[in-house]
């Protein structure tokens, strides 16, 4: 069954823009959810989990319950935000620390 | 030393080859997994060790054989591999597995 939905598979914004990358997902039990980022080139690296609550490179996500959401917003898009985003979920009661990815949503922010 | 070192970045073999992926950490982590990675595809979970012991393996053919020799350290055995197994391996380690994951580079294995 899948978990993760990001159902943009590309998205592109002029710099400046805001943006907002999509992702839905779909658990029965305690989900944690991550976005992970992976500019050209370079490794998969952790951006944001629900849990802390922070902003980073300006970017924010809020887990919204009811709506089983946790998108990706950033008010104003820059160049270097250009990447492959992934939104990913773990089972926070697990042991056995299994992330289940989206597919993964392609962001380009043209100049 | 904060990260996940993966050799070699390539690799071609063919079907008949025996090769190993390494992966190394130095942060202490005891948790340590393996991912695949096909083109255009997310990351897909193969195998999780918690403290040196396998915790995780997802239904993975037996052409691929994990070995977790310490906690530092991290191999992953190929042996009569399929051209369709060609992808990018991605390892990962974390200080425990309900913990923030860090990856490596990954391998890009092509298999001819």
């Known amino acids: 069954a899948q978990r993760v939905t990001q159902p943009e598979k590309l998205l592109s914004v002029f710099k400046g823009a805001p943006v907002e990358l999509k992702c839905n997902y779909s658990?029965?039990?305690?989900?944690?959810l991550f976005w992970y980022v992976q500019y050209s080139r370079q490794r998969l690296q952790l951006l944001l989990r629900?849990?802390s609550r922070e902003s980073i490179k300006g970017f924010t996500a809020d887990l919204n319950k009811g709506e089983t959401s946790f998108h990706l917003k950033k008010p104003f898009a820059q160049e270097e935000d250009s990447a492959m985003y992934y939104c990913?979920?773990?089972?926070?009661?697990?042991?056995?620390?299994?992330?289940?990815f989206g597919r993964g949503t392609q962001l380009t922010v043209w100049p | 030393d904060t990260e996940v070192t993966q050799t070699p970045k390539h690799l071609v073999m063919g079907m008949t080859n025996k090769k190993s992926l390494k992966c190394e950490q130095h942060?202490?982590?005891?948790?340590m997994y393996w991912y695949k990675q096909k083109a255009k595809k997310p990351p897909e979970l193969m195998f999780v060790?918690?403290?040196?012991?396998?915790?995780i393996n997802e239904s993975v053919p037996s052409r691929f054989s994990p070995e977790c020799p310490n906690s530092s350290l991290l191999n992953l055995h190929l042996h009569a591999l399929q051209p369709e197994d060609s992808a990018l391996y991605l390892c990962?380690?974390?200080?425990?597995?309900?913990?923030?994951?860090?990856f490596g580079q990954g391998t890009r294995l092509t298999v001819v």
């Open positions: 990913a979920l773990r089972d926070r009661g697990s042991t056995l620390g299994r992330l289940y």
């Open positions: 942060m202490g982590h005891r948790a």
């Open positions: 990962a380690s974390s200080r425990r597995v309900d913990t923030e994951a860090f």
């Open positions: 060790y918690s403290y040196e012991k396998l915790s």
């Open positions: 658990y029965s039990g305690s989900p944690e």
């Open positions: 629900h849990i």
